[in-house]
């Protein structure tokens, strides 16, 4: 089982960015995929982001497709995403979450392990 603590949401204007990050414990860092995903109220949850093992695999959902920025740090055991340009419709509860199989891509039942979630709220 891998333990996961986000940090770095907040409220901001559009416009602006956040940078969110995922503290995890429990099982080698480096052998996971990892990824982000959203839920806003009334919509299911989301893939924002994920990244493989190593980092060099990098997948985006269209809607943030040259605006989010996901890396990792394995030294530190961080999965991070940088969110730029953010819009009202970014809006939502981020969640990371471990992907034991080492992609860190969909389909979301892959993803076995999550964290408790971080609020971003944009205003407009």
């Known amino acids: 089982q891998v333990h996961l603590v986000e940090s770095g949401g907040g409220l901001v204007q559009a416009g602006g960015s956040l940078r969110l990050s995922c503290a995890a414990s429990?099982?080698?860092?480096?052998?996971?995929?990892m990824g982000w995903f959203r839920q806003a109220p009334g919509k299911e949850r989301e893939f924002v982001a994920g990244?493989?093992?190593?980092?060099?695999?990098?997948y985006y959902a269209d809607s943030v497709k040259g605006r989010f920025t996901i890396s990792r740090e394995n030294a530190k055991n961080t999965v991070y995403l940088q969110m730029n340009r953010l819009k009202p419709e970014d809006t939502a509860v981020y969640y990371c979450?471990?992907?034991?199989?080492?992609?860190?891509?969909?389909?979301?039942?892959?993803?076995?392990?999550w964290g408790q979630g971080t609020q971003v709220t944009v205003s407009s």
């Open positions: 429990g099982r080698a860092f480096s052998t996971l995929g």
């Open positions: 990244l493989n093992w190593s980092g060099g695999n990098i």
């Open positions: 979450a471990a992907d034991l199989t080492g992609w860190g891509v969909p389909p979301q039942a892959d993803f076995t392990s």
